[in-house]
């Protein structure tokens, strides 16, 4: 026998995101997991970003000028949603694991994800006619 | 005339220290037919070295689930008009996140030695079942001539499990769902599974459910499992008090 074809691997974590076939409530464990690593990473920007004001005010201010761009405009626009789609997903699991709603976890998720989507649009529109 | 279909079939190989690849069967078979019946016609008639496993024909043994292009399944009930059409590809892998004994067969040990370890039980009366009315999947409605609890330790919930394929201290679904089995007689039991490798390393993907092929809903019990722990823990501060 060869132990090692098919052993559970924490090298395996990239099957977390092959939702591919699955059903409703992998989408929502790989998307839970895809917009946690962007906070994440949104975070670390964050603090880099930050640390620009060590280097004086005309540094950050040339900085922010530059995260006016539309790019960066639509990139915030993602880390609203990451939030949005994370925070909702996470109050499902929580209602799901005090035995609430087991039985329409599927529905709740696409019922949330929606209000995510809409309320990620809102904040789209005015974050870009701002 | 029947109809007939040309259908090929991807077969995963593993022979010992080998690397593993897939070889190519082209099958004339019925749509009706199930996809466990053009394995054992590829071993009858092309390849006498395929390695699988499989028993009841009928979905009681567990012996012969696999994943069937990508997806869990008891290939003894999978037509392959579910899984396929005419001219089309079945690709048949082992289970996930057990080890691999041959090509298609792979070595359960674990998943048995962890039911037994929560205290699972075979078979119980169906009022031990413990899935509320409303919570079963598929068309089967509960009345009291139905099996629905038991669970055929396929392993489907096992390898569909996207946190079983990381680690191998998780208990897994299936021993989870076993704990809760046992915990709704004896609700001590639960205790056994209230640990990090436990009821509270499952990240609530509900695959378990989806796949498995017996209704024991392995995602409800994980859940209901922690509902009953959390009660009690928040009980146990008023009764300290």
Redesign the interface.
Known sequence: ???A??????S??L??FDA???????W??AL?RITALGLTFYLFLHLGVLSQLSQGPQAYDHFIAMMKQPLFTAGEVLVVSAGFIHGLNGI??AL????VA??F??ALFIALMIVAILVSFIFAVRMFTA | MAQRWTITYEVFRKKGSHPPHFDRFKLDVSPDEYVLDGIERIWAFHDRSLVFSHACHHSTCGACGMRVNGLEKLTCITPIHKVTRDGGVIRVEPLKNFPVISDLSVDMSLLYQRMEMVGQRSVLPIEEEGIPDGLLYGKEQKSGHLRLADCIECGLCMSACPISATTSSYLGPAALAGAHQHSIADPQAASLVDHADGVWRCHSAFECTSVCPSNVNPGWRIMDLRKRLISSRILGIFRRL
């Open positions: 026998m060869d132990e074809t098919n052993k559970p691997s924490a395996n974590w099957t977390w591919r076939r699955r059903d409703v409530g992998y929502a464990f839970n499902r699991i799901n694991s005090l035995g087991n039985a976890q599927k």
